[in-house]
């Protein structure tokens, strides 16, 4: 192939009253990133074309768009891998999603400025500076709970692609709940408890669907889909009754009274009445569809051998008082920093316990 098309999304709000994609052929060439296409096709065809860019080495995070439907930064993509990667001749660019569009490729970051702002993205002391006049300290392992999650360059590459803020505008994201995860682990810092209240705010932790869509976009390995689980189980150890701490509540509840979760009482034992009523027209297409037990309402039946499941329970909250779980590598995730001699431990062989 010696040419492939690049078709770029194009707005001008001055003069124009729908957005359009206009293409541009252009040569096929070793090395050649998205970046460097849309300056060819700007110096060369047609000069209008509007984009930002800063750093063209994947550190700054200005030059995030949709390439080919999925966010990513234009100045790490090449245009072979793309070509080979989806089996075309043509590379569709676009700004990121869930974005007002300014012009062209270039999107409003006041939304973003603005939902961080509410995280407080900045490193505010607990203590006085070290008089040696040396910088704070840090045990190795403490840096390691939030090393992956400092190299965010706020993107918005996971913005971008998050299902849940697309549905709910006023959602913080997994960019601003990772920088917020960033300070709250950090030991050094004195700003957790307004943090808590900022990510917790509205249900915030709970809006996330679970997609993972963030955590596969971002291209600096930050972990946003596993730092909205760490923030959530951080909440739950810090004291906080979150939604979802409620939520395993009860369901700790129902199985070890009867084995079985009672979802028809749940809404109501989670929410109170308000809640109820208001899951009310769910329930009711539920019981349409067969999907209700009708015994549950009056607290439902209990299972065969209930008896060894509560001794299975019992067995497990003894363990729990010999087992640490920690937080950092829930779930069997693994961030290796290639830039440092001491490895992390590996988490997926142990299960986080020690």
Request: aromatic letters at 10%; hydrophobic letters at 35%.
């Amino acid at each position: 192939m010696d040419t492939f098309k690049l078709k770029v999304f194009r707005y001008d709000p001055t003069k124009d009253t729908e957005p359009y994609y206009k293409t541009y052929e252009l040569p096929v060439e070793k090395g050649m990133t998205v970046l460097a296409a849309l300056f060819r096709a700007k110096e060369e065809q047609d000069p209008t074309i509007s984009f930002r860019y800063n750093c063209r080495a994947a550190i700054c995070g200005s030059c995030a768009m949709r390439i080919n439907g999925h966010a990513t930064l234009a100045c790490k993509v090449q245009i072979t891998h793309l070509l080979d990667k989806y089996q075309t001749n043509t590379i569709t660019v676009e700004p990121i999603g869930n974005v007002k569009t300014l012009k062209d490729l270039i999107y409003d970051m006041d939304w973003l400025v603005d939902k961080l702002k509410r995280v407080k993205p900045w490193f505010i002391p607990k203590e006085p500076p070290p008089p040696d006049g040396t910088e704070y300290r840090q045990d190795p392992y403490d840096h390691h709970r939030i090393d992956f999650a400092s190299d965010c360059i706020l993107c918005a590459s996971c913005m971008s692609d998050c299902n849940a803020l697309k549905a709910n505008k006023n959602y913080l994201g997994p960019m601003v709940h990772s920088k917020a995860y960033r300070f709250i682990a950090d030991t050094r810092d004195g700003e957790k408890k307004e943090r808590f209240e900022a990510v917790l705010d509205d249900f915030n932790l709970e809006w996330c669907v679970r997609c993972m869509e963030c955590t596969t976009r971002c291209p600096k390995e930050v972990q946003p889909y596993e730092n909205i689980i760490r923030l959530r189980i951080m909440a739950a150890e810090a004291g906080y009754k979150t939604p979802g701490e409620i939520h395993a509540e009860i369901f700790e509840q129902d199985i070890y009274n009867r084995g079985l979760l009672n979802e028809m009482l749940l809404p109501m034992r989670q929410e109170g009445i308000l809640g109820a009523i208001k899951r009310a027209p769910f329930g009711i297409k539920m019981m349409l569809k067969g999907k209700v037990n009708y015994a549950d309402f009056f607290g439902g039946h209990k299972i065969k051998r209930l008896e060894e499941v509560q001794k299975i329970y019992e067995v497990a909250k003894q363990k729990e008082k010999e087992v640490k779980i920690r937080i950092p590598q829930i779930m069997g995730v693994i961030y290796e920093d290639k830039r440092k001699t001491r490895k992390r431990p590996n988490y997926a062989e142990t299960g986080g316990n020690e």
